[in-house]
C-alpha cells in the first residue's frame, strides 16, 4: 500500500509538471493556405531572438477550424478573419483582438469571359459562411443590386472545385489562392475597391490562457512582426514566402501586389469591421454585436 502511495504520488508531480510546462507554452494556430499569416510565419522561421521551445504552431485549412480551436482552448493566439472573432464574443468566449494584420487581399472571381460585376447579376455565388467574404459579398450585392445566389461552402478549395465544375458562376477567394487558380479564372473586383487598406484577418488571443510567459512571447512576437513590416521587399522575407507557399515569382508578386499588412487598432479599421458586423446581425449570425471594450484588446 506503501508502495503504490508514493507511486500515485510521483505520477501526481509528473503529470503536474507536464501540465506546467505546457501551460508555458504560446500555442499559435494559422490557417494554412492563406497569405494572412506570411510576416507571423517569417519570424517563427527566422527571428533568432524569439524563445522557439516556448512556442508551438498549428495549421488549419479554413477559419472555421481555427476558431473552433481556439474557443475549445487548444490555441492562445490565431490570425482569423475578424467576423469569426466576433461570433466568437459574441457567444461568451474568451477571444479578444490583439491587433489587425492582414489588409485587402479579398476578391470576386469568375472565368475569364466575366468582364463587369453585372455579368454575375442574379447568378451563384460561392462564399465561405459567416466570414468577412461572406459579408462583403452580400454587402456587394445589394449594393450594386446584383442579387446574387449566394452558395455556401467550408473550405476554399470547396469553392475553387465548385467553380471549376461551374457548379457556381463566381467565388469569393484571397491571396494567394487567387493567383494561383486556372488562368480562365480571372479576378473581376477587389473589395479593396470600395474599401482601400479594410482589415480581413485579425491577430486574436484567448485571454483565459494568457499568463505572463506567454504576453511576452506575444509582446516579443509583435516587435518582431514591426520590423519585417518596416521592410517588406528583403530579398530573405520574399524567398520564404515563394518557398513556404510553392510560389513563382510572378504568382508571388501578384499575390503580394494585392495583399497589405499593417498592425494596430486604428479607427479607421474599427469602424469598418463594425459595418460588416452590423450586416452580420441582419443576417442573423448574431443576435448583438460585441462592444468595442469587449472585442478589442487595449493595453
Known sequence: MRLYRLLCAALMLFVMACSSGRDEVLRIGLIRPSLNHLPLSYVL????????????????????ELQEAMISG?????????????????????????????RETDAVIAFEHNTDLKDLKGKKLGVLKASTLDLLANELSQRESLDMDIRYFRSPNEMIAALSRREVDGICLYEPLISKLDKKMKPLY?????????????????????????????????DALESVLANPQDPEYLSFAREFYKLSEDELRSALRYTGYQTGLDQ?????????????????????VPAPEDIYHHD
Open 190 to 222: 477587389y473589395f479593396a475597391e470600395s474599401y482601400p487598406d479594410h482589415p480581413c484577418c485579425d491577430i486574436v488571443i484567448n485571454t483565459r490562457g494568457m499568463n505572463p510567459t506567454k504576453m511576452q512571447d506575444i509582446e516579443d512576437i509583435m
Open 74 to 102: 487548444k490555441v492562445d493566439l490565431g490570425i482569423m478573419p475578424f467576423s469569426y472573432a466576433f461570433n466568437a464574443v459574441a457567444k461568451d468566449y474568451p477571444l479578444k483582438i490583439l491587433s489587425f494584420l492582414e
Open 268 to 288: 479607421a479599421g474599427i469602424d469598418f469591421e463594425y459595418r460588416m458586423m452590423q450586416i452580420a446581425l441582419e443576417m442573423g449570425y448574431l443576435s448583438a
Open 45 to 64: 522561421d527566422s527571428d533568432p531572438d524569439l524563445a522557439k521551445d516556448e512556442i508551438s504552431v498549428s495549421y488549419f485549412s479554413s477559419g472555421w
